[in-house]
Each structure stands twice: as structure tokens, then as C-alpha cells.
């Protein structure tokens, strides 16, 4: 049997194919030590070891066969699968919401590279269709590709394009805009999306799945109903981030771009409101407001597009015993804003004193935000944060630190004024700052206590 239909397949695990005469994309029945197994061989990655065969078993999910464990393997079958959705185009409803969607890339808009073992950003915004029909009764959608890279990958460039897209799609009235995006960096381009889109008179719902769209648990289709929902029929004009609420397929949440947070690596339930409460929650039936106040839908086009964003800004996460030099590095190489990501109500170490007085005459622009997340900037309680606010550094209220980052950003892009940003930081767009959190606005559940517990066994799992 010819290599090429071992696709990845190296060393032991090649010669056990070859012993049963099983090929890549054929279906098989593999005896081993710990049971029977049946699905259909995989590619190997290209850098995997070569000691266990793959297989999808009829659950969808992927399992590596340690080729040691195997009695027997005979082949049932053989189709070479096909993992591209094609694009279909999408139905005219009439009476339904227009809403444009635009792609970035990410888990949303990926599928599994078999050769790589990599999730790679390759479905176009068609062929989401494709993947998800149902898309055709909730709006009439037109879709462009604006981008196809991972969310790591996004950056000013990307925020401006998709603030002048935002703007031009409003003109041309649109009903509501949904962005496919990456989940690493979506709440960065969330924020970023809020300063530079003011006064939208539609929805603009940013979206994306934790787990990609070959996998039985993918959260992609039900996120993007969600969005498609919110964006066609929210009365919330706003910048928004639409993922699952709990890590069930119950409901999702909408989340303001200014306050909304990654908080787990791999849980679908990841984005979660900080300080405050989600804006709404949503399903395939209804959209229930959860917040009172917020930007409403109008009928207008007038929306204020700002796309400004400089590079010259930095984060400066503190940790004890934090030398001077980090500091001064970040100034000696031109950054003109720097975000400082402190402890308790804002500290830093005394050590680091000379190198802000450094940077205050140097006239580079200093915010404090918190490690702790949850919570204000109180500069004012202890010596330290007194001391500091002496040197220049300003606390930012209740701003979660990657906001006050894009935040200055933005602001730097526009005027280098110390007053005028100090002015332009402190006053908030769309709560970046509050006044107060609420009573809900803090909730964490910790595993173990009785309380939580009884909770999760009986309330919600």
C-alpha cells in the first residue's frame, strides 16, 4: 500500500496500518486492551508521535489508540471525508431584519486541519450558511470577509477597518452588524469598537465559539443565532459581545464592550460581565433585558465614527520587587501612554518611584488600573497611592485594564494634550466607568462551601 494514504503516519504506528491494511479515511474496528473501538482513521499532525493512531468514533470526538493496546484492526469502509462546508446562497425573506455580518477569522469561522492538527481560520462567511441554516429564519444576511486571521492577530489596523465598515453598512441601513471573531482578543476589539462607533443607531454584536465547528460540543451555531438574533431585532444599539451564558446550551448573554472579560480558557461560559451586570440574556425565542439603561435603536443614520488608535501605548502589569528598568525601557523606546496594572487599590513599590518621575517629565501619559479586576482605584487611602498620584499616575476608576489600554489608544490617536486626555479618560463613553457597582455586580462561586454546593446541585448544573 502506497505512503499517501497514510496521510501523517510515521514510524510504529505506520507499520500496524500497513500489518491490517487499513488506509486514512477508512472506517475500522479496532480491538485493543481496553475495548473495541469503531471510526474512521485520521491524519496524523505532522509533529505528533508515532505511537498512536486517531480515530472519529461516532460521537464526533477524536480518540488516540496507543498502538501497543492493539489485538486486531480490520477496515469496514472507506470515504475520504470532505471538512470544507460548501457556500450556499443565502434566501430572501421578506419582512425579516437585514443584518450584515462581517468575518475576521477565529474558532467561529474555522475548521480543523488534519495535516497540522491546527485550528485554522477557513470557512468564508457564506459557507457559515452553509453550517448553519437555521441563520435563514432570523434575518436576511449579507456577509463579507473582512479578515481571516486568529484574534491574536487583530490590531489597530483591524479596528479601524471594521469602525469605517461599521459606519458604511449604518449608511446604507442596515438593520444590525454581527462580527465573527476569535475569542482570545474579542473583548479588546469589543472596547476598541465601543470609542470608535458612538451613538449607534443599530446593534453591532461581536461573536464567537470556544470549541470549533467539527466538534459535537462547538458552541459556533447556537452563539451565532444568538448574535443574528440581537442584532436583527435588540432594541440594545451598542457595541456587544453575544456568547453562552451558562456552559449549557440554555441561553446566551449580551455584554457591553466596555466591561465584558475572557475568563476561562476553554469553557464555553468564558466572557463574563465585570462590575456589573450582562446587558440582556437571549435565545432562540427571546431577547429579556436584564439592565434598564441603554443605548436605544433608532431610525436614523447617525452614527459617529472615530477610528483613531495609536501604538505608542503599553501595559505595565506590577509584581513585587518590580525594578525601575521595566519602566524606563517602555519610555526609552518611545511609548507615550502606559496603563499600570496594580495591586490592592492601586500600588506599586517604592522602587519604581524615580522611574515614574522619569516618565511624568518625559510627558508620557500614566493610568492606574487593578489586578483584582472587580473594584476601583482608591489612590487616595494610603501614602503609596498618594505618592503616585504626585508622579503623575492617574487611577481609572472601575476600568478594566485591556479597556484603559485601547481606551488611551484611542484617546493618543487623537491628541497628545495631558488635560485633554485626562479629560477625554475620565469621562465614559459607555461605562467603562461607573459610579458604583451594583450589589449583583461581584459575584464569584466557589467550589466546596455549602451554600455554593447545594447550588449547583439543585438549582443549576
Known amino acids: 500500500m502506497s505512503n499517501d494514504i497514510f496521510q501523517g503516519y510515521k514510524g510504529g504506528a505506520l507499520d500496524v496500518l500497513k500489518k491490517y491494511k487499513v488506509r486514512v479515511w477508512g472506517t475500522t474496528k479496532v480491538d485493543t486492551t481496553r475495548g473495541t473501538f469503531e471510526g474512521t482513521v485520521l491524519p496524523r499532525a505532522e509533529n505528533d508521535d508515532d505511537q498512536h493512531i486517531v480515530v ?32 450556499k446562497e443565502f434566501p430572501y425573506t421578506k419582512g425579516l431584519p437585514k443584518v450584515k455580518l462581517f468575518g475576521t477569522g477565529g474558532t467561529i469561522a474555522s475548521r480543523l486541519d488534519y495535516r497540522t492538527g491546527a485550528v485554522i481560520p477557513a470557512f468564508s462567511p457564506g459557507e457559515l450558511y452553509g453550517a448553519v441554516p437555521e441563520l435563514a429564519d432570523i434575518c436576511n444576511l449579507e456577509t463579507e470577509k473582512v479578515f481571516a486571521v486568529f484574534s491574536e492577530n ?18 446604507n ?25 458612538q451613538n449607534l443607531p443599530v446593534p453591532v454584536v461581536l461573536v464567537g465559539s470556544q470549541r470549533s465547528s467539527d466538534r459535537p460540543s462547538s458552541d459556533a451555531a447556537l452563539n451565532l443565532m444568538h448574535a443574528m438574533k440581537a442584532a ?34 476553554s469553557y464555553r461560559s468564558t466572557f463574563r460581565t465585570i462590575g456589573d451586570t450582562p446587558l440582556a440574556r437571549i435565545s432562540r425565542k427571546e431577547i429579556v433585558p436584564i439592565k434598564k439603561n441603554y443605548n436605544k435603536r433608532r431610525q436614523d443614520k447617525a452614527v459617529k465614527i472615530l477610528p483613531y488608535f495609536s501604538d505608542k501605548v503599553s501595559m505595565l502589569y506590577y509584581y513585587p520587587h518590580m525594578h525601575p528598568d521595566v519602566l524606563d525601557a517602555m519610555v526609552e523606546k518611545g511609548y507615550e501612554g502606559i496603563i499600570i496594572v496594580g495591586t490592592g487599590l492601586g500600588h506599586v513599590n517604592k522602587e519604581l518611584y524615580p522611574a515614574i518621575e522619569r516618565a511624568q517629565k518625559k510627558g508620557v501619559h500614566m493610568y492606574m488600573t487593578l ?41 493618543l490617536g487623537q491628541t497628545k494634550d495631558p488635560a485633554k486626555v485626562k479629560e477625554m479618560m475620565l469621562d465614559p463613553v459607555n461605562d467603562e466607568i461607573t459610579l458604583r457597582e451594583p450589589y449583583n455586580g461581584y459575584l464569584v462561586y466557589q467550589g466546596g462551601v455549602p451554600e455554593v454546593e447545594e447550588f449547583v446541585r439543585n438549582v443549576h448544573k
Open 232 to 265: 436583527g431585532e435588540s432594541d440594545i444599539a451598542e457595541v456587544m459581545v453575544c456568547m453562552f451564558g451558562p456552559t449549557s446550551d440554555e441561553y446566551g448573554l449580551l455584554h457591553k464592550g466596555t466591561r465584558v472579560r475572557k475568563m476561562h480558557s
Open 154 to 171: 487583530m490590531g489597530p489596523r483591524q479596528y479601524i477597518a471594521l469602525a469605517k465598515a461599521i459606519g458604511k453598512e449604518i449608511e
Open 371 to 411: 489586578q483584582t479586576l472587580w473594584g476601583y482605584t482608591h489612590m487616595f487611602v494610603y501614602d503609596t497611592g498618594r505618592d503616585m498620584m504626585a508622579r503623575g499616575i492617574v487611577p481609572a476608576g472601575n476600568m478594566l485594564p485591556e479597556v484603559a489600554w485601547v481606551k488611551l489608544s484611542w484617546i
Open 173 to 197: 441601513g442596515v438593520d444590525g452588524i454581527v462580527i465573527g471573531h476569535g475569542t482570545d482578543t474579542l473583548h479588546h476589539t469589543g472596547a476598541a469598537l465601543t470609542f470608535m462607533c
Open 56 to 87: 472519529k468514533i461516532a460521537t464526533g470526538y477524536n480518540i488516540g489508540i496507543d498502538i501497543r493496546t492493539i489485538h486486531s484492526m480490520k477496515e469496514t469502509g472507506y470515504k475520504k471525508a470532505n471538512y470544507k462546508i460548501p457556500e
